[in-house]
């Protein structure tokens, strides 16, 4: 099943956490989790073998009346549902950063912000010229309505209401760095073996987010086992952690500014292509951890990617193999219902 919510996030992201023994006079709550974790997380849609896209999260959005909800929030999800929700195309596209609207081939560049107002306008101009996919990149990319607009101002910058994704940004970088590792090294797999870490299939051949940062936390052994002139890839790799420890936490470290100029020169040297991961690393983050004065882990995505496996331990006690069963929706609301309650 695919899931899709929306996080209102606290602006506190030091909230103490009990973890003294319960009493039973405490009360169905009495385990206090974090506020921002997937115990405390809510299902308030939920969909079953349906495809990620434009029209599919529309109808959920619409359905859910998130655009009604009273106050401002901030949509925590990986890169390729906030091009959707922003109406614009994929990271294929000739403008593929939510974020600004720099072109693919300058992507060591940053464009103009965008804003609300920018992508609804971008729209309609889009849509006035007769909505022909092959003359979208005139338009930044922008093919549809933004689905996010809400309780928000229309001048408000996509930065203030999409974070950069805290979990899924440290994968893109590893695995770019490390494919071209691989071809100047192609024994560089051994890194890997050292490291008990292996490529996910299911990722398209890429590493997890916590192959990634158990990558990073290895990087002596890349050290010890690379030769000298890929010396070069491991430092940036060092780089990008330094990078990583500094503001993907909760805190920013007061050097995160110099950690990210750092990497950016480094990766540079490399000579490999700018993807919009790496993009949004030496522009987007510096731009919204400045923004907050926080790290990016107060608004990660980590809540709602852990709750496929938290739901299906859920689900396991509901379950009917076929949709097509008569009580396949009773079943699935009811183990909404129990799952929801446990978080309360």
Same mark, same amino acid.
């Given at each position: 099943?695919?899931?899709?919510?929306?996080?209102?996030?606290?602006?506190?992201?030091?909230?103490?956490?009990?973890?003294?023994?319960?009493?039973?006079?405490?009360?169905?709550?009495? /385990?206090? @989790?974090?506020?921002?974790?997937? /115990?405390?997380?809510?299902?308030?849609?939920?969909?079953?073998?349906?495809?990620?896209?434009?029209?599919?999260?529309?109808?959920?959005?619409?359905?859910?009346? &998130?655009?009604? @909800?009273?106050?401002? @929030?901030?949509?925590?999800?990986?890169? *390729?549902? =906030?091009?959707?929700? %922003?109406?614009?195309? !994929?990271?294929?596209?000739?403008?593929?950063?939510?974020? =600004?609207?720099?072109?693919?081939?300058?992507?060591?560049? /940053?464009?103009?912000?965008?804003?609300?107002?920018?992508?609804?306008?971008?729209?309609?101009?889009?849509?006035?010229?007769?909505?022909?996919?092959?003359?979208?990149?005139?338009?930044?990319?922008?093919?549809?309505?933004?689905?996010?607009?809400?309780?928000?101002?229309? %001048?408000?910058?996509?930065?203030?209401?999409?974070?950069?994704?805290?979990?899924?940004?440290?994968?893109?970088? +590893?695995?770019?760095?490390?494919?071209?590792?691989?071809?100047?090294?192609?024994?560089?797999?051994?890194?890997?073996?050292?490291?008990?870490?292996?490529?996910?299939?299911?990722?398209?051949?890429?590493?997890?987010?916590?192959?990634?940062?158990? %990558? &990073?936390?290895?990087?002596?052994?890349?050290?010890?086992?690379?030769?000298?002139?890929?010396?070069? @890839?491991?430092?940036?790799?060092?780089?990008?952690?330094?990078?990583?420890?500094?503001?993907?936490?909760?805190?920013?470290?007061?050097?995160?500014?110099?950690?990210?100029?750092?990497? *950016?020169?480094?990766?540079?040297?490399?000579?490999?292509? +700018?993807?919009?991961?790496?993009?949004?690393?030496?522009?987007?983050?510096?731009?919204? =951890? !400045?923004?907050?004065? *926080?790290?990016?882990? =107060?608004?990660?995505?980590?809540?709602?990617?852990?709750?496929?496996?938290?739901?299906? %331990?859920?689900?396991?006690?509901? *379950?009917?193999?076929?949709?097509?069963?008569?009580?396949?929706?009773?079943?699935?609301?009811?183990?909404?219902?129990?799952?929801?309650?446990?978080?309360?």
């Amino acid at each position: 099943a695919e899931y899709m919510g929306s996080v209102i996030v606290p602006e506190d992201c030091s909230e103490p956490v009990s973890i003294s023994r319960s009493k039973y006079e405490d009360g169905i709550s009495a /385990k206090n @989790f974090k506020s921002s974790g997937v /115990k405390k997380l809510f299902i308030l849609g939920i969909v079953p073998n349906v495809q990620e896209n434009y029209e599919n999260l529309l109808s959920l959005w619409v359905k859910l009346r &998130l655009n009604m @909800f009273g106050r401002k @929030f901030t949509v925590a999800t990986d890169l *390729k549902v =906030c091009n959707l929700l %922003l109406g614009i195309m !994929s990271h294929g596209s000739s403008h593929p950063c939510c974020w =600004c609207n720099i072109n693919h081939n300058s992507l060591h560049e /940053k464009g103009e912000q965008r804003t609300l107002k920018s992508l609804i306008d971008s729209f309609w101009e889009y849509f006035d010229a007769g909505r022909q996919r092959c003359m979208a990149k005139e338009y930044d990319n922008v093919v549809n309505m933004p689905i996010i607009q809400g309780n928000n101002n229309i %001048l408000t910058p996509v930065l203030h209401i999409v974070p950069p994704p805290e979990l899924h940004l440290p994968i893109g970088p +590893v695995n770019t760095i490390y494919c071209a590792l691989q071809k100047k090294w192609p024994e560089c797999d051994q890194w890997l073996k050292e490291c008990h870490v292996e490529r996910e299939a299911f990722h398209g051949g890429s590493f997890s987010g916590n192959s990634s940062r158990h %990558l &990073l936390k290895n990087l002596d052994k890349l050290e010890s086992l690379a030769p000298k002139d890929t010396i070069n @890839f491991v430092d940036t790799l060092r780089s990008f952690n330094n990078v990583v420890t500094s503001c993907y936490g909760n805190h920013i470290d007061p050097k995160y500014k110099t950690y990210i100029a750092d990497f *950016k020169c480094r990766y540079m040297q490399l000579g490999i292509s +700018v993807t919009p991961k790496i993009h949004a690393v030496f522009y987007h983050i510096e731009e919204f =951890c !400045s923004l907050k004065n *926080k790290g990016l882990g =107060c608004w990660s995505e980590q809540a709602s990617e852990s709750v496929h496996h938290d739901f299906s %331990l859920v689900w396991e006690n509901f *379950k009917v193999k076929s949709l097509d069963h008569p009580d396949y929706g009773k079943r699935l609301a009811f183990a909404v219902q129990t799952y929801n309650s446990r978080h309360l």
